[in-house]
């Protein structure tokens, strides 16, 4: 055998000795969490009904209540008498990298389920079926997609919102300007103050910023269903068992009705700070995912 070949099939041993022991590292969520006795959940602070803050270190939400409830499940599971819950706020910029790095171990927060992220995390069972929509001011005269041309619209940096709204066959052509908001809450002011004249983003976020705004009737949801996306937890790749744990604790909950008492106290009742009601009533897609618990990604609900 050749040195050159020698040295080949040496480097090509070491880098396959170097990915397994990536896969291992990345593999042992479980291990880490009960050796450590503490777990970070990944939460937003503007992605209200699903999870927001209350200020003071309080978060709260759908998912972020949900996520507790699987904190209690893998508490059971790893036989430990005390497990801490370190809340870690992400943005849509950085929710995958704190992920992949294991700052956060679970992420429970607004992130859309699709193929290119599939490449980075994994996601656990899809627990709300979101329709991108957009947010106007009730005077605006907005009603339609036809009806942004010439006009400003807000999204989040990070989110695929205005790519989707321009993809769709009726945005194409429309000459709108783009502005962006560093969070929700950022994108909502924006359009609330007038430096924007829509915000396009997930219905729920849009009326759980509406259901926050000081006066809620001065704002709409309208136009067009734009795409119809999984919303599920991030958690590491190439993790099964810690998929699994998350995955079986999330399916007793859709099957106990638990997840329903969620949805309705975070959708349909009063919700803090300002005890308003979201007012989004369980759709059939989301209760299709929860009669099937699976995780596929956006791309097969855009199959016709």
Request: hydrophobic share 40%; proline share 4%; charged share 25%.
């Amino acid at each position: 055998m050749s040195m050159k070949k020698t040295l080949l099939l040496n480097g090509l041993a070491l880098a396959a000795l170097a990915a397994a022991v990536g896969t291992a590292q990345a593999a042992d969520t479980l291990k880490k969490i009960k050796d450590s006795g503490s777990i970070t959940l990944g939460v937003r602070e503007s992605s209200a009904p699903l999870s927001y803050t209350l200020g003071g270190g309080k978060y709260v939400g759908f998912h972020t209540e949900m996520a507790e409830h699987i904190v209690a499940d893998l508490q059971k599971k790893l036989g430990l008498a005390k497990l801490d819950v370190k809340f870690q706020p992400v943005t849509s910029q950085n929710r995958i990298p704190l992920v992949q790095n294991g700052t956060v171990d679970l992420e429970c927060g607004s992130t859309t389920n699709n193929l290119a992220r599939q490449k980075d995390v994994a996601f656990a069972v899809t627990t709300y079926v979101e329709e991108v929509r957009m947010a106007v001011k009730a005077n605006s005269g907005i009603n339609s997609i036809k009806d942004l041309a010439g006009r400003t619209v807000a999204t989040t940096t990070g989110t695929t919102s205005v790519q989707t709204l321009r993809k769709h066959e009726r945005g194409s052509g429309i000459d709108f300007k783009e502005v962006y908001g560093k969070d929700h809450a950022d994108s909502f002011l924006l359009m609330e103050t007038g430096r924007a004249d829509a915000f396009v983003m997930d219905g729920s976020l849009l009326a759980g910023n509406i259901a926050k705004s000081k006066n809620p009737a001065d704002f709409k949801i309208v136009g067009e269903v734009l795409s119809v996306e999984p919303i599920a937890c991030m958690l590491p790749k190439d993790d099964p068992a810690f998929k699994a744990a998350v995955d079986d604790s999330i399916k007793g909950m859709m099957k106990s009705g638990e997840l329903a008492k969620l949805y309705d106290k975070w959708f349909m009742q009063p919700i803090p700070p300002t005890n308003q009601k979201v007012g989004l009533a369980l759709s059939e897609s989301t209760k299709a995912a929860w009669a099937n618990p699976n995780d596929r990604p956006m791309e097969d609900y855009a199959r016709k």
